[in-house]
């Protein structure tokens, strides 16, 4: 069984940082892209960055290009998303999913709320 956990969010002032943590069991993270999604109070969810290829391939919605950065850990079999210079926007409860067995599976998201 595929079972994700993310951990890290928190309350940041603008401009501050955090660093959100996903550690993945049931599957291998050096063999699998993992996504990090996350959702506005009132919004639908939406695609942040995904991680894949040991690492060596990455991918950013455009909003966050230049602020986050998404990375793994084959060993410890952990995603991690980086997240500088935050703003009051990036306030939301961020997920990280797998892809895997053709079915999506989810970790239970962390809070990230980012003040003015």
């Known amino acids: 069984e595929v079972q994700l956990q993310a951990s890290g969010g928190g309350l940041v002032q603008a401009g501050g940082s955090l660093r959100l943590s996903c550690v993945v069991s049931g599957l291998s993270v050096d063999e699998n892209a993992i996504s990090w999604f996350r959702q506005a109070p009132g919004k639908e969810r939406e695609g942040v960055s995904c991680?894949?290829?040991?690492?060596?391939?990455?991918h950013y919605e455009d909003s966050v290009k230049g602020r986050f950065a998404v990375s793994s850990d084959g060993v410890k079999n952990t995603v991690y998303l980086q997240m500088n210079n935050l703003e009051p926007e990036d306030t939301a409860v961020y997920y990280c999913?797998?892809?895997?067995?053709?079915?999506?599976?989810w970790g239970q998201g962390t809070l990230v709320t980012v003040s003015s």
């Open positions: 999913k797998a892809f895997y067995a053709g079915r999506d599976s």
């Open positions: 991680v894949g290829n040991r690492g060596r391939s990455t």
